[in-house]
């Protein structure tokens, strides 16, 4: 059983992470470390076993990763084409269309790589698939755990409910996606009100090039028109971004009560990258997601993972930088023991 310790003692980091501060994009990479050292500690054991089932489970693995990837590249590419057909042309509807090719592109290399062995194709082969592990890892890191962040408990008094804003519809008319985080935020409220407390709902949004009002005021008036208590509300009507949304609302709350508690309400996709912008400005909750379509839901993902690594790019440039000497070095040496 040693051999599984190191995935014990980082899934114990883990858990007193998540104890002190779980909006952290940290934990998520230890979490995916101890995933990854648990699978390969009983790999071990299992090859070690001399069982004959041992080596059909590992081909067997192998079989489904394959199959997993032909069957996402599918999934990508027929995503993006809806997407397309829903939501317009525009760069951020495009990355799980664009995903598919680039997932083909690695595998054709790799391929090729293979099957030819010349040092500048196995050298670039050795980058291109270190590259595509690494942001791989990284990704399945950040659907798990914002998966599970979604689902960690909230504090059940708040005094108040910050909705994050979004684009408006016709200029003026709030859209499926935002009067999702609205009608969460008000049954949010509703719960909290139902414990004796009277906690503010804060609209966050400003007024975009193309729209009428600001999103703020259509969010208000959205939850008036359904019923929500108009003195209850507060307008925020000057961010443009999600770190403005929580920047100007942290200044509202502070100005009114400066030991507040709050919880942050924006879609389910978006709900962990907010929370690693609201512990980087300092805001004192943690936020919770509304339900997205499910069509939106794999483009969105992607887009809110780039943001993330964008976040991050120091360290991401850093290790693929490292990565893309590894392959270098091997067509180095490659190239020097073929002379």
Wanted: charged share 15%; with cysteine; proline share 4%.
């Amino acid at each position: 059983m040693v051999v599984y310790a190191p995935a014990a003692l980082l899934f114990l980091v883990f858990c007193v992470s998540v104890l002190r501060e779980r909006r952290k994009f940290s934990n998520a990479v230890i979490l995916g470390l101890a995933a990854l050292c648990g699978l390969a500690a009983w790999l071990y054991r299992l090859v070690r076993s001399d069982a004959v089932s041992g080596p059909i489970v590992v081909w067997t693995l192998l079989a489904v990763g394959a199959l997993s990837v032909l069957l996402l590249t599918c999934f990508l590419f027929l995503n993006g084409v809806r997407m397309l057909r829903k939501e317009g042309r525009s760069p951020s509807n495009l990355l799980s269309l664009l995903a598919a090719p680039a997932i083909l592109a690695v595998v054709a290399l790799l391929v090729t790589a293979a099957v030819l062995e010349t040092p500048v194709l196995v050298g670039a082969a050795t980058a291109a698939g270190g590259l595509a592990l690494y942001f791989s890892f990284l990704f399945l890191c950040f659907v798990a755990y914002a998966f599970l962040y979604g689902r960690l408990r909230v504090r059940r008094r708040a005094d108040f409910v910050v909705v994050l804003g979004s684009g408006l519809v016709g200029g003026s008319t709030v859209p499926p996606l935002l009067a999702s985080r609205l009608d969460r935020a008000h049954r949010i409220h509703a719960r909290i009100a139902r414990r004796g407390a009277s906690p503010v709902l804060i609209t966050s949004g400003g007024q975009g090039p193309d729209e009428d009002v600001p999103e703020s005021h259509a969010m208000a008036d959205y939850l008036v028109a359904e019923g929500f208590p108009a003195h209850l509300v507060e307008r925020e009507d000057k961010s443009t971004t999600t770190e403005e949304n929580l920047r100007f609302s942290k200044a509202i709350m502070e100005k009114a009560k400066p030991d507040y508690r709050c919880v942050v309400v924006t879609n389910n996709y978006h709900a962990f990258r907010a929370a690693l912008t609201a512990r980087r400005v300092r805001i004192r909750g943690q936020v919770v997601g509304s339900p997205t379509a499910a069509y939106f839901w794999p483009n969105a993902t992607i887009r809110e993972f780039t943001a993330i690594l964008l976040a991050y790019r120091r360290t991401n440039a850093v290790m693929c930088l490292l990565i893309v000497l590894a392959g270098v070095l091997t067509w180095w040496a490659l190239q020097g023991a073929s002379e």
